[in-house]
């Protein structure tokens, strides 16, 4: 499986911004994407996540982090292999470089970075005030 992330930019406070994961490979061993950030100096933070097979039965779906599920939406195009977080209301403190992930063992939406099996290259986010 191979992801790749992209949207990423400069944006002023108040803005919006939808970053997209495109899957690609063997994309029906994926069980479910998430979304990660992780800002200079801190450690990964969890987003969001969502199903991506059927036989994954995890329950909310999407699952959102407290900090952003007023915030942000996870969505998915079955067709393109797509996964988009949108995010409005950007915030300085949502500067960061964000990644999305491939969990194809567990049938669950996890918050824990270790669960999930691939990774994307990362797409910078920069909120100025």
């Known amino acids: 499986v191979q992801l790749q992330a992209s949207g990423g930019g400069l944006v002023q406070a108040g803005g919006s911004l939808r970053l997209s994961c495109a899957a690609s490979g063997t994309t029906p061993s994926i069980l479910s994407v998430g979304w990660f950030r992780q800002a200079p100096g801190k450690e990964r933070e969890f987003l969001g996540a969502?199903?991506?097979?059927?036989?994954?039965?995890?329950?909310?779906?999407?699952y959102y982090a407290d900090a952003v599920k007023d915030r942000f939406t996870i969505s998915k195009d079955n067709v393109q292999n797509t996964v988009y977080l949108q995010m409005n209301n950007l915030k300085v403190e949502d500067t960061a470089v964000y990644y999305c992930?491939?969990?194809?063992?567990?049938?669950?939406?996890?918050?824990?970075?270790?669960?999930?099996?691939?990774w994307g290259q990362g797409t910078q986010v920069t909120v100025s005030s």
């Open positions: 969502m199903k991506w097979s059927v036989y994954n039965s995890a329950y909310p779906d999407p």
């Open positions: 992930a491939a969990d194809s063992h567990h049938r669950i939406l996890s918050r824990l970075p270790g669960t999930y099996d691939y």
